[in-house]
């Protein structure tokens, strides 16, 4: 079953200023977008407003129409779907089918979408909303907004009031408790809509969340660049559910693409190929090819499948900064930027795919990641390496300086000692031979498993560096297998460090 919130217009949404007849009288509450966001999170989102100057003749019917689409327009340019409208142009005096019966919307909502009405919610600033919840069995909360104060005093005694629709917003999400696993096939949905409408959602995949718009939809991408703080010139990867929509998005598959795409998808490898002209030039950043993906994680897919567009994503963290490797990570960096987070769990690769170049000659590797070098030459033959010294990256995006925590943090090979007078944390591969006195330890993989160790990385980067300490030391891991993607990250995450190689 899915959750509604029925969200009245004026005075709740927007403000109350009389009869609106057209898109320029329109003002929104300046919470409403951040209150709304945080809703459709877990519910699907209505409007039911009472228009009564229709039929009293003061305003008509194209009018309010025109305002609902500029309301559903400039929400929709936020990120947020408001599945339907329901207006009831009568007067409230003269009786009508719409609020007569009052909840007659509310079950109409719950038989077409499925809604649980005595989990839903409706927003309003007049007793008669407050009245409309109850006799649906839904929850009401009033918002002191627009006839609010006024109408205050016809309230049922045990009627919940809030100064408006960001209180409004925190007290549903309170009231409605942990969330339900059963939901994820909802939410996916929710996610979905959001981005048929434009928006931007973070989903779990197998390596790590990632930040994702419709490919095609120019905006919605810009926004992804825009939230991440990272720069035009690098390109984003294009996550498809199946083969077909993976063609669609390139000029050419040739032979080793469909060798490489039949034993690795889903999975951690993204392939650059030559791109078609559908793909628009802010996802390749302007290049001629485009990086494909097919992850490998239950979510992503239907994500994909649901909304019936490949997703641009890159990795969901802000520029430069570790990856997220569960929900939480993407909530503490990116916040309330981003309109959903699809929680699917810890990510089970942990780091990123593996890129490889299919362009020119030889398959090339531009980024080592979760499907290791060997078992793609296993396929195809010997992969390129990248050869270019570190500030001259083989492919754009992979810039020396990445993957940071705000920590300085140091590579050593060996002599694991805390530095003296500075708290130091230590990120162990094994955890073996570590001497006393580090402010904290993470052991990536006590057995010397490199694909835990992958798994772990990110996750033990973020819990050192909320520490607060003055210095990480990490220690390489073999550069065999995942080794090689654990040790790239590792040095990326290191170079931001300049000041601590003084240290001895
Ligand atoms: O596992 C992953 O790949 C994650 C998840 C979310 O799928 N995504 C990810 O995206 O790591 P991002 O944007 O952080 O890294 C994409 C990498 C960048 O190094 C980018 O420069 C490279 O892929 N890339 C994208 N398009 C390219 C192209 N046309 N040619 C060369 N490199 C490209
Ligand atoms: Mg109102």
Request: charged residues 20%; glycine residues 10%; proline residues 8%.
């Amino acid at each position: 079953m899915n959750l509604a919130i029925f969200l009245d217009r004026d005075g709740t949404i927007i403000e109350d200023r009389g009869h609106l007849r057209s898109p320029s009288q329109v003002v929104f509450f300046p919470d409403t977008v951040r209150a709304l966001r945080m809703l459709q999170q877990r519910f699907r989102l209505f409007i039911v407003t009472n228009q009564p100057g229709i039929a009293e003749g003061v305003i008509g019917p194209d009018d309010v129409a025109g305002v609902h689409d500029f309301v559903l327009d400039h929400l929709a340019q936020s990120g947020i779907n408001i599945e339907r409208v329901y207006c009831c142009p009568h007067r409230r005096v003269d009786g009508c089918r719409c609020i007569k019966p009052k909840p007659y919307y509310l079950r109409r909502a719950a038989r077409e979408y499925g809604i649980d009405l005595r989990k839903s919610f409706v927003v309003g600033d007049h007793p008669h909303d407050v009245e409309l919840a109850s006799n649906a069995g839904a929850t009401g909360i009033y918002v002191l907004t627009g006839h609010g104060e006024k109408h205050r005093a016809d309230l049922p005694a045990e009627a919940i009031v809030t100064s408006g629709i960001w209180a409004a917003a925190t007290r549903i999400v309170e009231m409605s408790g942990p969330r339900d696993c059963r939901d994820v096939g909802n939410e996916i949905s929710r996610a979905a809509g959001i981005l048929r409408a434009g928006g931007v959602v973070a989903f779990a995949t197998e390596t790590v969340y990632g930040l994702g718009a419709n490919v095609f939809d120019t905006e919605a991408v810009a926004r992804v660049f825009e939230i991440k703080g990272r720069p035009r010139f690098d390109p984003l990867i294009a996550h498809v559910s199946d083969r077909r929509q993976a063609r669609s998005l390139v000029a050419c598959f040739p032979k080793v693409a469909r060798k490489l795409a039949r034993r690795f998808w889903p999975g951690p490898l993204t392939l650059v190929l030559p791109k078609s002209d559908r793909v628009p030039d802010i996802v390749t950043a302007g290049l001629p090819t485009v990086a494909v993906r097919m992850p490998d994680h239950p979510a992503a897919l239907a994500l994909i499948r649901e909304a019936g567009v490949p997703l641009a994503a890159p990795s969901a963290n802000p520029f430069g900064r570790a990856s997220p490797t569960t929900a939480e990570h993407v909530r503490q960096q990116l916040g309330g930027d981003v309109e959903l987070v699809l929680d699917g769990g810890p990510c089970r690769v942990g780091i990123e795919s593996t890129v490889v170049s299919l362009v020119e000659g030889k398959p090339a590797l531009l980024r080592a990641g979760g499907v290791a070098v060997e078992d793609i030459e296993a396929v195809v033959g010997p992969v390129l390496r990248p050869t270019s010294a570190p500030n001259h990256p083989a492919a754009p995006g992979q810039l020396p300086q990445h993957y940071a925590p705000r920590t300085p943090l140091a590579l050593y090979a060996n002599d694991l000692h805390p530095v003296t007078g500075q708290r130091t944390g230590l990120l162990s591969f094994r955890g073996r031979s570590v001497s006393l006195g580090f402010a904290a330890v993470e052991v990536l993989s006590p057995y010397g498993d490199l694909e835990e160790a992958a798994a772990n990385l990110f996750a033990a980067l973020h819990r050192l560096d909320a520490l607060g300490l003055d210095l990480i030391l990490a220690d390489p891991v073999p550069d065999t297998g995942l080794g090689l993607a654990i040790n790239d990250r590792l040095r990326r995450a290191s170079s931001v460090a300049g000041r601590v190689e003084k240290v001895t």
